[in-house]
């Protein structure tokens, strides 16, 4: 049977990448994406604008929701400094199995942990399950109808604390409308957009980042 989407972009990583180098492995999947076959990865350009987002905060821990292929966990993991932790959560068992694989690839599996599983029934067990407290950062780039209800789960299991940065990636294309009105009306964020373009293309996309006030 045909291989997946996911399956020849791992392909393209461990036949091109450098090993134990997250440099390569992104390098690889953007170029392979820009040139070969395209896919959703937050990409080069709006990859630069979360490289300094993340260099900025310089988190300990790091929450991301929707890892796809691990394009933006490796992204992220590599600017993590030791003893800081990215978790990120991915519910389509062949897209995590291929994320697994690219993180490993990366050697970033000591700073990545991939989590199976929705978010809506994972983010209520983080405290819990793995000790977290509240993040310092939180990458949100699934599906974009579940944006909105994430963050206000998020809330409610008092996981965002005074100065957490959400970033949330596509809040123009394909778009999150009601999450985008949610943060930049509640006083309980400082919110701002980034305009960049959708990766690989020129269409217009950008990243919106809200800083929890608390
Ligand atoms: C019309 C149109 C189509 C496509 C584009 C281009 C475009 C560009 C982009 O950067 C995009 O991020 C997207 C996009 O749709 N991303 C959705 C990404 C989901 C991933 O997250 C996983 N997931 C989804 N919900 C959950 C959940 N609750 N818990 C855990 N994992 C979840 C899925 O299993 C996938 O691994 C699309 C632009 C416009
Ligand atoms: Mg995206």
């Not at 490993?104 to 990545?112: F, K, M, P, R, Y």
């Not at 983080?126 to 206000?152: N, P, S, V």
């Not at 996981?159 to 009306?185: I, S, W």
Request: hydrophobic content about 35%; charged content about 25%; proline content about 4%.
């Amino acid at each position: 049977t045909r291989t997946t989407r996911p399956q020849r972009l791992l392909k393209a990583v461990q036949d091109r990448a450098i090993r134990g180098n997250p440099k390569s492995v992104i390098s690889v999947i953007d170029h392979y994406c820009r040139n070969q076959e395209w896919a959703m990865n937050v990409g080069d350009e709006k990859g630069f604008i979360l490289d300094s987002v993340v260099s900025e905060l310089n988190p300990q821990t790091v929450l991301e929701l929707g890892t796809y292929c691990g394009y933006s966990a490796v992204r992220i993991g590599r600017l993590l400094h030791s003893g800081a932790r990215l978790l990120t959560l991915e519910f389509n068992p062949d897209y995590a199995a291929v994320a697994r694989e690219v993180i490993s690839w990366a050697g970033l599996e000591n700073t990545v942990q991939l989590v199976e599983g929705a978010s809506g029934d994972w983010i209520p067990r983080l405290r819990e399950h793995f000790g977290i407290h509240t993040f310092d950062f939180i990458f949100l780039d699934h599906w974009k109808e579940g944006y909105l209800a994430d963050i206000k789960l998020l809330e409610e299991c008092r996981l965002l604390r005074k100065g957490t940065v959400l970033l949330a990636d596509n809040v123009v294309c394909p778009g999150a409308p009601d999450y985008l009105e949610y943060v930049r009306k509640s006083p309980l964020y400082d919110s701002r957009y980034f305009k960049s373009h959708l990766e690989y293309t020129k269409a217009e996309d950008g990243l919106e980042k809200s800083v929890y006030l608390g």
